[in-house]
């Protein structure tokens, strides 16, 4: 099984909602990674954890809470958002952190349409 | 920030012909990666390429590197509709940790029936 699952695939939210994406994968990595994408860019990284404790955070707004309750599961809790916040979120996950600079292939989740009004 | 860049940036053949894309970086690599993208969904992985190799084969895929010139292309043969989508390359820099990858900014292939 290479799958990574996103919820919801669709979301609407107000700038004063607050609302989480979910990822999931049953594949035994430790690696998972959040990701914003604009149309037609390439995937930003925003946030990535390795053996479930934050290992990287890009500079992102504290109104992006990422959160990994376990080695299967990642969360993004969404409060306070801007409408230029509205991108698609992909989810990825790799067998672990790259190590001695070599870097795992990245399996990515369908992502998550996120629009804020 | 991003440091790849790819060309063409959209690129239109008939189905049956073979379709090239190129990408370029900045920084000496550990392994450079090819992933496509159906409009609006997630990327699959199609190959990876160290930077001790030359040139790696998959199917119908082709993918070369000369870090020389700090270049990789992929080339796809004998193309089907069913390979529209935007292709990216993505790089693992020396100096940067080997979980983040700098993405291309993509090709836009369209492949017409």
């Known amino acids: 099984d290479t799958e990574v699952t996103q919820t919801p695939k669709h979301l609407v939210m107000g700038m004063t909602n607050k609302k989480s994406l979910k990822c999931e994968q049953h594949?035994?990595?430790?690696?998972m990674y959040w990701y914003k994408q604009k149309a037609k860019k390439p995937p930003e990284l925003m946030f990535v954890?390795?053996?479930?404790?934050?290992?990287i955070n890009e500079s992102v707004p504290s109104r992006f809470s990422p959160e990994c309750p376990n080695s299967s599961l990642l969360n993004l809790h969404l409060h306070a958002l801007q409408p230029e916040d509205s991108a698609l979120y992909l989810c990825?996950?790799?067998?672990?952190?790259?190590?001695?600079?070599?870097?795992?292939?990245?399996?990515f989740g369908p992502g998550t349409r996120l629009t804020v009004l | 920030s991003q440091q790849g860049e790819e060309d063409p940036q959209a690129l239109s053949i008939q189905e049956g012909e073979n379709a090239t894309m190129n990408c370029s970086y900045k920084?000496?690599?550990?392994?450079l990666q090819w992933y496509r993208q159906n409009s609006g969904r997630g990327l699959v992985h199609l190959i990876l390429?160290?930077?001790?190799?030359r040139e790696k084969h998959s199917g119908r895929l082709r993918v070369t590197l000369d870090t020389s010139k700090k270049s990789s292309s992929l080339l796809i043969t004998a193309s089907r509709a069913a390979d529209t989508a935007s292709y990216f390359c993505a790089s693992t820099g020396k100096e940067t940790s080997g979980s983040r990858l700098t993405f291309g900014e993509g090709t836009q292939l369209t492949v017409n029936p």
């Open positions: 990825a996950s790799s067998q672990y952190l790259g190590t001695s600079g070599l870097t795992d292939t990245q399996y």
């Open positions: 594949m035994g990595h430790r690696a």
């Open positions: 920084t000496s690599i550990n392994n």
């Open positions: 390429i160290r930077s001790n190799e």
């Open positions: 954890y390795s053996y479930e404790k934050l290992s």
